[in-house]
């Protein structure tokens, strides 16, 4: 597999859209999953998707983030409406073989494959 690779953070106000990205070629069949870290919080699952198996999302992601992947199934998306100062974090896209499942709990170590990080600011 390939690096895993976040693009598209930056800075938006409340209220505000974002989309990320992560090249995430080679892990076809592979669990995918979007988390975040706030400063001083544990890192948090926030979407998972997976083949065969509808998306998943946290309680505060719900109605608001949508995961998915492009056709090539070569990149990673997660498009963010409605955005507000919780949501500040850093973003990873990371993957592992085993399939997602029924979450939370979600545990971040399960996960054998990480992107570098993105960083997501909202103001009020």
């Known amino acids: 597999q390939e690096r895993l690779v976040e693009s598209g953070g930056g800075s938006v106000q409340a209220g505000g859209s974002l989309t990320l990205s992560c090249a995430a070629s080679?892990?076809?069949?592979?669990?995918m999953a979007w988390f975040r870290q706030a400063p001083g919080r544990e890192r948090e699952a926030v979407a998972t998707?997976?083949?065969?198996?509808?998306?998943r999302y946290s309680d505060s992601a719900k109605g608001r983030f949508t995961i998915s992947k492009n056709n090539a199934r070569t990149t990673l998306f997660l498009q963010m409406n409605n955005l507000t100062p919780e949501d500040t974090a850093i973003y990873y896209c990371?993957?592992?073989?085993?399939?997602?499942?029924?979450?939370?709990?979600?545990?971040?170590?399960?996960?054998?494959?990480w992107g570098q990080g993105t960083q997501v600011t909202v103001s009020s």
């Open positions: 990371a993957a592992r073989r085993a399939a997602c499942g029924r979450w939370p709990p979600l545990n971040e170590r399960d996960f054998s494959f």
């Open positions: 080679g892990y076809h069949d592979y669990c």
């Open positions: 998707i997976e083949s065969y198996a509808q998306p």
